[in-house]
């Protein structure tokens, strides 16, 4: 086990920094030159000149890239180069928005999507299979935006049940963890449901009924645990997700988290805090994905990690 977590540590490594060399070459080579845009369009040439040396911008693109993560090794993520403020800071300050946001919308997820999932499943062409799968349907194809707009106007304006901005308390997260989980969650009961019918039309499953046991122990002890490896995959894309992953959520409801941080960073080239997130991200998705497999292990004692 500690072999494989090493390993996967190490493989670790090389994909971080292909991926922010990546997204480091298509910031510098995007139209627009960074220096016209903080200084704006009344600079003088030689400003623009000055401030285009101050951020190094005269250096080849590999060797602002090799300075950049040679700064993060050093645990320096660089500045803002229009607020002047430390990204790392700025970070930390946001990511507890952030964090509460993917959390509950994954509990939403988990507590009702796996639960209806199974249901649906032991009730395959019922009503209550049907209905479940009608309504999974209907939230997979409304777009997160126009969701979370019909939320605010019906829970916030009309009845005034709850905020429709901000990040001041938990009844702020109600609103943006239902719009950001309803996508998933139809997913969620979809997958849940394909998986448990596979697992149940397999010779084992008929075996253990041909001997007598009860139903729930069939459901429970041999269909829904080895049926949970692909939901075990889904629930941890969808954890992978929480840091970067709900700009659209954020920007609807007002919430001061990374994703609109990122968004808004992009928007005006400002590459310390892409790149600051861009690698947060990176070592988090990385960090999911080892710790789903490590879950494999524990669910299924087929799945051998050494293998």
């Known amino acids: 086990m500690a072999k494989y977590i090493l390993k996967r540590i190490l493989m670790l490594i090389p994909v971080v920094f292909g991926i922010t060399l990546f997204i480091y070459v298509i910031m510098s080579l995007a139209p627009g030159d960074p220096a016209t845009l903080i200084l704006g369009a009344d600079a003088t040439w030689e400003e623009i000149l000055a401030k285009r040396q101050e951020l190094g911008l005269n ?134 449901r394909t998986s448990m019918l596979e697992v149940n039309k397999l010779d084992y499953v008929r075996t253990a009924r041909s001997k007598g046991c009860s139903e729930s122990r069939i459901i429970l002890k041999h269909v829904l645990r080895n049926g949970l490896l692909p939901v075990i995959t889904s629930i941890g894309g969808h954890i992978a997700t929480i840091v970067g992953g709900a700009i659209v959520t954020e920007s609807v409801f007002a919430i001061p988290g990374v994703a609109s941080l990122m968004i808004n960073a992009v928007k005006i080239r400002d590459v310390p805090v892409v790149m600051g997130i861009i690698v947060v991200i990176s070592v988090f998705v990385g960090v999911i994905n080892l710790l789903v497999d490590l879950t494999y292990a524990l669910v299924d004692p087929r799945v051998k990690l050494n293998g």
């Open 59 to 192: 250096d080849p693109v590999l060797v602002r890239y090799v300075k950049y993560m040679a700064g993060v090794l050093r645990g320096d993520f660089g500045t803002s180069w229009y607020n002047g403020y430390n990204v790392m800071s700025e970070f930390l300050s946001r990511i507890p928005n952030t964090l509460t946001l993917g959390l509950l919308s994954n509990l939403i997820v988990i507590i009702v999507g796996i639960p209806l999932g199974i249901i649906a499943a032991v009730k395959q062409n019922g009503v209550i299979d049907y209905s479940t799968l009608v309504l999974a349907m209907l939230f997979s194809s409304m777009p997160a935006f126009w969701f979370g707009l019909m939320a605010q106007i019906y829970f916030c304006l009309t009845l005034g049940w709850l905020p429709a901005t901000g990040a001041e308390s938990m009844k702020h997260f109600i609103l943006p963890a239902l719009t950001l989980a309803s996508g998933s969650l139809a997913g969620q009961v979809r997958l849940t």
